[in-house]
């Protein structure tokens, strides 16, 4: 879980996800659960913020039944979709959830 604090320190980040979940035109539901997971996740790095944020909304949209691409979501994000597969698993394990195995 996550903290207002950590709510408002990244308030930046949180518009980001925003904007790229508006480009790929997901759902309210999704947007939420997307931050919540991003949140939950946040990286020390500031470099590793954009990959989290990318697998956050991957893994958010799988969750709210409004599933996008990998593809899609790494290039509305920004990063590459290997960056993605790399993550998204380990974000639904987090958040107490077991991922499909497909």
Same mark, same amino acid.
């Given at each position: 879980?996550y903290? /207002?604090?950590?709510?408002?320190?990244?308030?930046?980040?949180? $518009?980001?996800?925003? !904007?790229?979940?508006?480009?790929i035109?997901? !759902?309210?539901?999704? %947007?939420?659960t /997307?931050?919540? #997971?991003? #949140?939950?996740?946040?990286?020390d790095?500031?470099r590793?913020?954009?990959?989290?944020?990318? @697998?956050?909304l991957?893994?958010?949209a799988?969750? $709210?039944?409004?599933? %996008?691409?990998?593809?899609?979501?790494?290039? @509305?994000?920004?990063v /590459?979709? #290997?960056?993605i597969?790399?993550?998204?698993? $380990?974000?639904l %394990?987090?958040?107490?959830?077991?991922?499909?195995?497909?």
């Amino acid at each position: 879980m996550y903290s /207002a604090r950590e709510r408002v320190e990244n308030e930046e980040w949180i $518009e980001e996800l925003d !904007d790229v979940a508006a480009a790929i035109d997901l !759902d309210a539901d999704a %947007r939420s659960t /997307a931050v919540d #997971l991003f #949140l939950s996740n946040l990286p020390d790095e500031e470099r590793s913020k954009r990959a989290v944020l990318a @697998a956050s909304l991957y893994a958010g949209a799988l969750i $709210e039944s409004d599933a %996008r691409s990998q593809g899609v979501v790494a290039d @509305a994000a920004g990063v /590459a979709r #290997l960056t993605i597969q790399q993550r998204w698993k $380990e974000i639904l %394990r987090e958040a107490g959830m077991e991922p499909p195995s497909w």
